[in-house]
């Protein structure tokens, strides 16, 4: 599972807001422009956050996100190591998320519910 290689930044997580965006994007295989992924938000309803990390010994910042709900809880359950964090999995639209990530410097990881990247889209 990928968790284990997975560094911890800023008091165990790495977040990012999310803002205006305006930037493209390179597009998914496994992924088409228009449609929805799941991601976890932490703080929901609030100060919402997408739940990102960091692999230090490549120096990438991603947000991973999921094809299906059930995945993403399976995988993201052990993702969140501050247990007091209040977090949900949303669905959000791909193009959405892309552009944003890009606007942030983060790439995104396609997982499976085991935690295995099935894709790395670069910004």
Request: glycine fraction near 6%; charge should be negative.
């Amino acid at each position: 599972m990928y968790k284990s290689s997975l560094s911890k930044k800023e008091k165990g997580d790495f977040f990012l807001i999310a803002p205006h965006l305006t930037r493209n994007i390179t597009m998914s295989k496994l992924i088409k422009k228009n449609s929805w992924v799941w991601v976890g938000v932490l703080d929901p309803g609030r100060n919402e956050k997408f739940l990102g990390r960091h692999l230090e010994e490549e120096g990438i910042s991603f947000i991973p996100i999921f094809l299906e709900k059930e995945e993403a809880l399976q995988c993201l359950k052990h993702l969140n190591s501050d247990e007091e964090q209040i977090f949900e999995i949303q669905a959000i639209r791909y193009q959405d998320l892309a552009r944003n990530a890009v606007e942030n410097g983060f790439t995104l990881f396609i997982l499976n519910g085991a935690g295995d990247i099935l894709e790395r889209t670069q910004p």
